[in-house]
């Protein structure tokens, strides 16, 4: 099987520079994120849960058996995983170029030293690593995959493991948690004397594939595999049902989560194990679980590819909010089975677009690319990652969010918590900022040919060191302006004889496109340019104006909103207090299609970007008239159906970068999608 190289290692050759957009960002999660979220650890009980001592919290909604609950899981259940992705993202840091800046970094190691010691304590005899299963519920442990996340924790564990063996060259994690993964082998798999389980929440899937690339033990590809192809499986020695029915039957468990629709396979798509996986043809149910499925299917690669392809074109083309968010339905924090239903709010039937989900979309995208460029994947990666992702944390570092509405509605604000019961993003979020440079390019190097592939995905200030055979080095410079301006400079160097094949995207929002050195399309999204100089410095210039986007015809939203380049932009009540105090969340405010908005340097929290204010003069910002509270009205070719006041030219619609919202204070209410204004139905006076 073809290993390509995981972000999780190849960020090790990128250097950020810590001057530029991302460097900064990068230096505030270095420096204050990840000790933020330690002590929310320590605070929470996670932190030192792997003692095996009672907590108080294992007295809310306690397991018997693992048997379900309809009040939701126990909040403690997930604590495994929060550690593991804390080790995991600190070992990032401190082993990239952010360690040299960052000021807990002996801290941090003592920390992860702790908590790898008391892990490697609390395993059992057989392997075995639960917290809940061993202190609360014993006789639950292996009898409710579906809803425990036994799995699910071990594949955030084994993913802390596999970085803090890259970042320390220790065995200790690593080899703890490779006999965890034996335990599971020797437990599931497709032997009749197997149970044919698989993961409730996808995680150990591509955990275990990460793992293959460091061990290339045969059995770890091998189980991997089998978690792919048994998911959504009909058996007979299941009464012919998938793994999920016949395991609530066994433990005669009638009852299900409040997420779930039925016990019956039509239920199960909250798990996406309605179907096997080659037979799903729309991507359905809990967002995050189904892209982390769809990042160990395209891992994988063959078939398997196949299907992350289509599952994520799917999520791309249907069901994404034009931020890069993911999922609708706030009750199961998953996508609705309607192709564009996309409300923007509570009072629009929904709208939850969790964190977690697009930095799983990321992992996916950044899998797809791993086997070929393709410039729809690496333009929604982008976009996720500039708007979703960011968006998921304040500038401060001290605050994060879960859910991420287009528009809060009736008493919502959009603020971010210090931490959650269930705290899956502020860790996910900082692991993603650490590995940050291997989301930004894939290198390859053909030693026979003397060829270095380069594929850029991201436009990022930084240097890659690309290691050649007999111990030479090429390397790469790249110097953007990105997101704020479409000015990137590349300087490429290697030994002579060697020639550079290199990919660079051409983004499908940018104009005027320029590049100072020879290129061809081999790839939609991409330019492809061959450099035989042994030192050669090239630029690639666009232009980034501001857009109006206009949202799919089915998704029954006449509503445009506001993009430049990746940037999606949002009101919020802090910049337009009066207006929003008039016209509370601006549920009436409109915006027409020829609205210009002129730019303008800003700074949040230290941060330099651009926002945008609509332009002073008439004809830039409207609100929409109610005729009557009557609920249907006549309409005619005199008394159009909607009625728009075009509002002075002292109101002005001013707006920010939608992840940089909720960092100022105010009354916290937010719009990115506004009524689209019709200059042909004005009210006339």
């Not at 579906?146 to 690593?174: C, K, P, V």
């Not at 059995?219 to 016949?246: C, E, M, N, P």
């Not at 004889?497 to 020879?518: L, R």
């Not at 609100?623 to 009557?628: A, H, I, K, T, Y």
Request: with cysteine; net charge negative; glycine share 8%.
């Amino acid at each position: 099987m073809d290993i390509r190289p995981h972000p999780q290692t190849s960020y090790e050759s990128t250097v950020i520079n810590p001057n530029s957009f991302y460097g900064k960002l990068r230096s505030l999660y270095a420096n204050t994120v990840l000790r933020t979220q330690l002590d929310q650890m320590k605070k929470q009980g996670s932190y030192e849960a792997f003692n095996l001592k009672w907590h108080p919290v294992y007295d809310i909604r306690r397991l018997s058996g693992a048997r379900a609950r309809m009040d939701a899981t126990p909040p403690s259940l997930f604590w495994e995983s929060d550690v593991g992705k804390w080790i995991e993202a600190a070992c990032y840091f401190l082993s990239s170029s952010a360690k040299d800046s960052c000021s807990h970094a002996d801290e941090f190691k003592t920390a992860i030293q702790e908590l790898v010691d008391m892990i490697e304590k609390a395993q059992h005899e057989d392997g075995y690593l639960n917290i809940y299963f061993t202190v609360v519920d014993p006789e639950g442990r292996f009898r409710n995959l579906r809803d425990m996340h036994e799995m699910y924790n071990a594949g955030h564990l084994l993913e802390g493991a596999l970085a803090h063996h890259h970042y320390t060259g220790s065995r200790q994690f690593i080899d703890v948690m490779i006999k965890n993964v034996d335990c599971f082998i020797k437990h599931f798999g497709s032997e009749p004397d197997q149970l044919h389980g698989y993961p409730g929440h996808p995680e150990l899937e591509l955990a275990t594939m990460r793992l293959y690339a460091v061990t290339k033990d045969p059995k770890h590809l091998a189980f991997a595999k089998y978690l792919l192809s048994a998911r959504g499986v009909k058996r007979d020695d299941q009464d012919g049902k998938t793994y999920f029915v016949h395991e609530a039957d066994t433990r005669k468990d009638l009852i299900h989560g409040l997420t779930m629709d039925g016990l019956d396979d039509r239920g199960q798509t909250y798990n996406q194990s309605h179907l096997p996986l080659h037979d799903q043809n729309a991507i359905l149910g809990h967002s995050v679980r189904a892209f982390y499925l769809t990042t160990a299917a395209a891992d994988f690669g063959g078939p398997y590819l196949d299907d992350a392809k289509r599952l994520f074109n799917d999520a791309v083309d249907n069901k994404m909010y034009v931020t890069g968010g993911f999922g609708t339905e706030p009750r199961f924090e998953g996508f609705s089975p309607i192709p564009h239903h996309l409300p923007q709010s509570t009072g629009e039937g929904g709208c939850y677009a969790e964190t977690c989900a697009s930095i799983a979309a990321m992992m996916t995208g950044e899998r797809i690319l791993s086997h070929a460029v393709d410039g729809k994947v690496r333009d929604a990666m982008e976009l996720c990652l500039h708007n979703a992702v960011l968006g998921g944390g304040s500038l401060d570092g001290k605050g994060f969010s879960y859910a991420n509405k287009m528009a809060t509605y009736g008493d919502e604000v959009a603020t971010r918590a210090d931490w959650f019961v269930v705290c899956c993003c502020p860790p996910n979020l900082s692991r993603t900022l650490g590995m940050l440079g291997g989301y930004t390019w894939s290198a390859k190097v053909d030693g026979a040919q003397k060829v270095i592939k380069l594929d850029v995905y991201l436009f990022v200030s930084a240097t890659r060191t690309i290691s050649l055979p007999d111990g030479q080095k090429a390397k790469v410079i790249m110097k953007s302006e990105m997101p704020w301006s479409g000015q990137t400079h590349w300087t490429v160097e290697a030994p002579e004889g060697w020639i550079w094949e290199i990919q660079i995207p051409k983004p499908d929002y940018a104009e005027d496109v320029v590049v100072t050195t020879p290129t061809s399309v081999l790839a939609p999204g991409f330019l492809s340019l061959r450099i035989a100089a042994s030192k050669e410095t090239f630029t690639m210039t666009f232009q980034m104006f501001v857009q109006l986007l206009s949202p799919h015809p089915d998704t029954h939203q006449d509503t445009l909103s506001v993009a430049r380049g990746p940037i999606v932009y949002v009101a919020e009540s802090v910049d337009n207090a009066e207006l929003e105090e008039r016209y509370p969340h601006f549920e009436k405010i409109g915006i027409s299609q020829s609205t210009i908005f002129d730019q303008h340097q800003i700074e949040i929290d230290g941060l330099p970007m651009v926002g945008l204010t609509s332009s002073s003069k008439e004809g830039s910002v409207y609100v929409l008239r109610q005729e009557s509270g009557a609920a249907y009205r006549a309409v005619n070719s005199k008394a159009p159906a909607r009625i728009w006041e075009c509002l002075p030219n002292t109101t002005t619609l001013t707006l920010v970068p939608w992840f940089a919202r909720a960092n100022r204070g105010g009354a916290g209410h937010v719009r990115t999608g506004f009524l689209r204004a019709d200059e042909n139905s004005l009210y006339k006076k």
